[in-house]
């Protein structure tokens, strides 16, 4: 073999299918010979000048000797055959050769596993070359992924290395590829150029500066791009954008730089289009919270542009600030209609005021973690409350009209009717029926449906409200007893009568009177017959719980019932700078008894001894006094602010002129994260739920998804038209074309379904569609199966939600669904027999 450039670091041995060939490098006529003598005649390749090749062509002997009696001369391309035992042609470029007998071990190994082609050709050759200099990835891999890796750590890559690489991407990836080959020329600057300007590149303008460009505008019409500018722009932004994504929170720097980038060579106007820069993202949160702030709603197609921007993850507690918002304009932009009755009242609050209460706690506790928009946020929470309070007075001006007719009104459970309204009629249907009644001390009905969500998206073991015959669910209509204080109103639960004696202070009560009292009256509730009871209190739950379940495993106790005080905990603490917030795992022993308690088959009844108003503000303290939300009058004495007077006819402590606090967060004495004891609806109306496996959380009124109407219309984005840059037929950008559809209508396979054709009978096309969907995907995002049926994703999950209670109804659950970090709801096919 006659040495030259690619040959400088041949391996020692070279192994081909005819066998090992040892390789040696002479620099002299004697020394070949010498070689030839050691040798003894086995095979060996020698590598020598071309002066020395010449020079043995004149010697007889050696000619002899050699195949055919001549010299024989081999290229790059005969050693490759030799190695790979295929024909080689394309290994032309100088620093393929060097690299391929670099590592010409490692490209037979690489050939030995793939199907022996006929010819190994360049694209082939450089194909290899890239899997054994590289590694594999940089075939495997999607352009954005392999963009995502090298710009956090930029490749350091021998000068052929990095020359095959940038030769290979165009072969490889296609337009991406170029991009690719163009900033690994120089990856320490033009890797990050081509996120940071390609994520400039993705506002919605028709044309844009040169500096917005930024080196992309030159590399246009330069190897290795050469591309018009039009498909450059699409190109670029689209593999920015899923650079970015991948990205994640890893993107802050990049995502920083093209703000920069986009404030100096961009519009305000041209920046808010953009869904990948921050500045747009921020821009888009503040004009959508000073028109809240202003009222006006935020619609869900503003939410669902947020929450789709690339920016979103980076400020997670801005946009858990703008969706509260938006929940709240959307319910404050519903007519106030006040209603007569009393039933309508507490059912408009379960299924709206309790909502909205939901998200101006969820509201507070975004703000602690979000340094802005806290000057809009204020301004629509007292916007709010005022509403609510108007909600409140004329709820208590209904109480004050009639107090005793009013609670015992028929629709209505009042606590002390507990068993005979609500567990009695279970027991006449099934007189061995089982009962667990869970009492969670001072639970409102905003924190009772977190709770209920939280337990109804475990996946694990789903527990939920069952639908009633309407299909609707939602908990029934309780009402706690004035005052809403723990020694009347739970005296009323496990007495099954309202107690005829003193109110005791909420501290005094729990210290000294809770266990002896509670468990007293319950021995003495002639509600529940000669059936056999036991009461866990708090001092009872020292065990972990223990206990408790081994009571509810015991089939001799016909009611078993608990009382959790975790709630009750939280807003009685000074910390009033918290709000409310606790899960079904902070509560001991709470998850674990619902658990045994169902495996077990008893009925699970949940309910509150009465709710809570949380602190506002110190400007809401109504005076002195020693209980927060109701007072004694004195003959002559005015109401305080904030407060009505209500005849209570003696059904509460002893007669005497009382005032309760109607207004959220009114109270007197010293303040506290919550307060309890008067008439809001928020103390008043209380939870009071059957609880079962596979049951569902309570629906969301309609504005909590939507503005008003499911039936809103997300407004379409057209696509970006860049400007004419060279002279082509069109200069429109194509909008990104929808996922191909299957060439079946999916509801006309829905006969396939596990359900009774009585039942499939009363679906939908839409929702035999989903079922069909489901079952042959296994699972889909919302977002998904909203595209595929054409649908608003705000309404498909009301129509999922519709959908659950029919199946429901029939004994069917087929799927299951859970929350995504990213808050998009994905749902499961999960057939289950019918019960």
Known sequence: MIDGEGLENLPDQMATPKGSYGVHRISTELGLRHLLWKAKGAPLIAVMPEDVAR???????????????????????????????????????????????????????????????????????????????????????????????WVQEPPRWSSNISQLVRDAMPSLHGDEGRFLSWALAEPENRLRELVVHGAVLTVEAAELPKPAWGPLWKAATEPPLEMDRRILRRTVA??????????????????????????ESLTPTQLQTSRVLPLAFSDRCHELAQQAANGKAISAADITWLSNHRAARMHRGDLAVLESMARISRYLDQPFSPKLDLLVQVRDYQRGGAFVDLAMMQLRRALASSV???????????????????ENRHFAETLSGGYEAALHREGLTPLHRLWRRTVAPVWQQEPDARIFLVVLDGCSYPVFLELLYALAQDSSFPIGIKPDASGLVAGLPALSPLPTITSHARGAIFLGE??????????????????????ARFNQNAALDSRKRRLFLKGDLTDGGQELLSALDDESLSVVSVVFNAVDDQIGSSNTGATVKISPEDITAFKPALHVALKA?????????????????????????????????GKHEPVPEGFIEID??????????????????????????GFHGGCGLEEVVIPLAWLERDGLHADEPAWWYGRGALAEVTTEVKPVQPPIVTPLPSDEIPAKPKAQLSLFNPADKADSLPIPKE??????????SILVLLRETGSARASELAERLKKNPGRLNGLMRSLRRTLHEGGHVLFSDEVLPSGETMYRYQPKEGR
Request: net charge positive; aromatic share 4%.
């Open 601 to 633: 088959k008893r009925r699970v009844l949940l309910t509150a001894d009465h709710g809570h108003s949380p602190f506002v503000d110190k400007s809401r303290r109504s005076g002195n006094g020693k209980t927060p939300r109701y007072t004694a009058l």
């Open 648 to 673: 209570i006819a003696g059904l509460g402590g002893p007669p005497e002129r009382r005032a309760f606090a109607w207004r959220s967060g009114a109270y007197l004495g010293g303040s506290q994260v």
């Open 55 to 149: 020079r043995i062509q004149n010697a007889p002997d050696l000619l002899r000797r050699a195949r055919n009696q001549r010299v024989h001369a081999l290229s790059v391309n005969d050693v490759l055959e030799v190695v790979l035992g295929v024909r080689v042609v394309g290994a032309d470029a100088p620093y393929m050769q060097q690299l391929a007998l670099e590592n010409v071990d490692r490209l037979g190994f690489a050939m030995s596993h793939r199907t022996l082609p006929t010819v190994v050709d360049r694209r082939l050759l450089t194909e290899l070359l890239v899997d054994v200099s590289v590694g594999e990835q940089v075939r495997t891999r999607s352009p954005a992924q392999l963009l995502a890796a």
């Open 238 to 263: 689209r593999l920015a954008e899923e650079t970015l994504a991948l990205l994640g929170d890893a993107a802050g720097d990049l995502l920083g730089g093209a703000d920069r980038v986009g404030r």
């Open 372 to 390: 802005h928009y806290h000057a809009e946020a204020n301004k629509l929470l007292a916007a709010c409350r005022e509403r609510r309070d108007r």
């Open 498 to 519: 309202l107690p005829n004696d003193p109110l005791v202070a909420e501290t005094v009560f729990r210290d000294q009177d809770e266990a002896k009292t509670d468990k």
């Open 759 to 768: 039942l499939l009978a009363k679906l939908s096309l839409d929702e035999k």
